[in-house]
């Protein structure tokens, strides 16, 4: 079994910073691509960052030049380093991968449980 868990969420004034972490658990063989995802109250769930294995990142349009996505490959864990925050930035943020568990087998996706972020003053 795979597990996903997020931490380092919180409540944070406009213009703050917080780093969100993802740590992938389990039965692993190799993880391709970790991103994150986020959901405010009333709204669909969207695409904010996502990188994969050669660290080739993507960004949603809402947050480049403020959120950076990394990844630590021997820790199995995604880092989302968040800057200069907005008020609608405020969400549940969701961590997902794309996870191998054996050499020949085909790859699933997983996601966290959530974790909160509030901006506000």
């Known amino acids: 079994q795979v597990q996903l868990v997020e931490s380092g969420g919180g409540l944070v004034q406009p213009g703050g910073s917080l780093r969100l972490s993802c740590a992938a658990s389990?039965?692993?063989?190799?993880?391709?691509?970790m991103g994150w995802y986020r959901q405010a109250p009333g709204k669909q769930r969207e695409f904010v960052a996502s990188?994969?294995?050669?660290?080739?990142?993507t960004y949603a349009d809402s947050v480049k030049g403020r959120f950076t996505i990394s990844r630590d490959n021997a820790k199995n864990t995604v880092y989302l380093q968040m800057n200069s925050l907005k008020p609608e930035d405020t969400a549940v943020y969701y961590c997902?991968?794309?996870?191998?568990?054996?050499?020949?087998?085909?790859?699933?996706?997983?996601w966290g449980q959530g974790t909160q972020v509030t901006i506000s003053s």
């Open positions: 389990g039965s692993i063989f190799k993880i391709y691509v």
């Open positions: 997902n991968a794309n996870i191998q568990q054996v050499p020949v087998g085909p790859s699933y996706p997983y």
């Open positions: 990188i994969i294995s050669d660290r080739s990142t």
